[in-house]
């Protein structure tokens, strides 16, 4: 289907469908998670991207974080982000 649609994956038709929505129609952790990224309130990056722009795999990441090398805050939602020299 994501192919038919001309998007190279099923997130991006995900997130194609997400933005044609109403709020009201978005679930409750949707709502709360656009409404962040339009706040701008989310720091850092994800673990997946922290390892993909660092060159390292998700559990060097981890225990980077866990030898205090690097550096791990919560967004609004309780989410772990880690935070870049970059960001």
Known sequence: VAA???????GQARARAESA???EQL??????SAALQREGST???????AARRLGRSRSTIYQMLDDGRLVQVLD????ARV?????
């Open 21 to 23: 929505m109403t709020a």
């Open 43 to 49: 720091q850092g990056v994800s673990v997946a991207e």
């Open 27 to 32: 679930s409750p952790s949707r709502r709360r």
């Open 4 to 10: 038919a649609a001309g998007l190279a994956t099923v």
């Open 76 to 79: 609004p939602l309780g989410r």
């Open 83 to 87: 935070l870049l020299d970059d960001e």
